[in-house]
Structure formats: structure tokens, C-alpha cells
């Protein structure tokens, strides 16, 4: 009977897995207005080129927000393993947690400016 239970989690797992991918990529109808605003059909087309003005600013947003996205995991991956090599140093572990902290703090302000950034330029335009 522990068979037929394992064999049926393990193909119900399987199936979640492998559906999983076209979940995430279900389209959003609430973002419709953000998609215009890095794209070549957006509402106003400064062409440079080949390339619209906003096509270009929203790849260097969307790199920039990466980057930080980057240094944050970083950030936490080693605080964490600064507080687990601590062992029981509470000037190591106070280090560690200061440094959670302020990872926290940074990358709430920069999705803050980057929610208050979207917000006004999607009003503007």
C-alpha cells in the first residue's frame, strides 16, 4: 500500500514540475500598462535608430534591478553563513544580523523607488 501512495506522489510531483513552467508564464492583465512602457509599440515612440528611447531605458531599469537583485542574494548568502560559522560569537552573529538588516532595508527601498517610479511614468504617459 506505501507503494502505490509513493508511486502516486512522486507522478503527481512530476506533473506539477513539468506544469509549473507554464503556470509562471501565464500573462497578467493588471501589467498590460507596465509592458508598454519598455516596448517599441509603447505609446510614444522616440526611435533612436531602430530602437525606441523606452525600449532602452527599460532594459537598463531591468538590468539595474537584477544587479541589486544579485547583491542582495549575496548579501544574504553570506550573512547567513557568517551567523552559522559564528559558533556562538555574538560579535560574529550581531555582524551577521546587522547585515541581514540592512540588505532588507536596501531592497525594500529599491522595489519602493522602483513601485514609485512606475507609478508616476505610467501616469505621465
Same mark, same amino acid.
Given at each position: 500500500?506505501?507503494?502505490?501512495?509513493?508511486?502516486?506522489?512522486?507522478?503527481?510531483?512530476?506533473? !506539477?514540475?513539468?506544469?509549473?513552467? %507554464?503556470?509562471?508564464?501565464?500573462?497578467?492583465?493588471?501589467?498590460?500598462?507596465?509592458?508598454?512602457?519598455?516596448?517599441?509599440?509603447?505609446?510614444?515612440?522616440?526611435?533612436?535608430?531602430?530602437? &525606441?528611447?523606452? $525600449?532602452?531605458?527599460?532594459?537598463?531599469?531591468? &538590468?539595474?534591478?537584477?544587479?541589486?537583485?544579485?547583491?542582495? %542574494? %549575496?548579501?544574504?548568502?553570506? &550573512?547567513?553563513?557568517?551567523?552559522?560559522?559564528?559558533?556562538? $560569537? $555574538?560579535?560574529?552573529?550581531?555582524?551577521?544580523?546587522?547585515?541581514?538588516?540592512?540588505? !532588507?532595508?536596501?531592497?525594500?527601498?529599491?522595489?519602493?523607488?522602483?513601485?514609485?517610479?512606475?507609478?508616476?511614468?505610467?501616469?505621465?504617459?
Amino acid at each position: 500500500m506505501k507503494k502505490i501512495y509513493k508511486k502516486i506522489l512522486i507522478s503527481v510531483g512530476s506533473a !506539477v514540475t513539468a506544469a509549473f513552467p %507554464l503556470l509562471v508564464l501565464a500573462a497578467n492583465p493588471a501589467l498590460e500598462k507596465l509592458d508598454n512602457v519598455a516596448t517599441v509599440g509603447g505609446p510614444y515612440k522616440t526611435v533612436i535608430g531602430e530602437i &525606441a528611447l523606452t $525600449e532602452i531605458i527599460g532594459t537598463v531599469v531591468g &538590468a539595474a534591478l537584477g544587479l541589486i537583485g544579485v547583491i542582495f %542574494l %549575496l548579501l544574504m548568502i553570506y &550573512a547567513g553563513y557568517n551567523w552559522m560559522t559564528a559558533q556562538g $560569537e $555574538e560579535e560574529k552573529v550581531t555582524k551577521a544580523k546587522d547585515t541581514i538588516i540592512r540588505a !532588507v532595508i536596501g531592497i525594500i527601498i529599491v522595489v519602493g523607488a522602483y513601485a514609485i517610479w512606475a507609478f508616476v511614468f505610467s501616469k505621465l504617459f
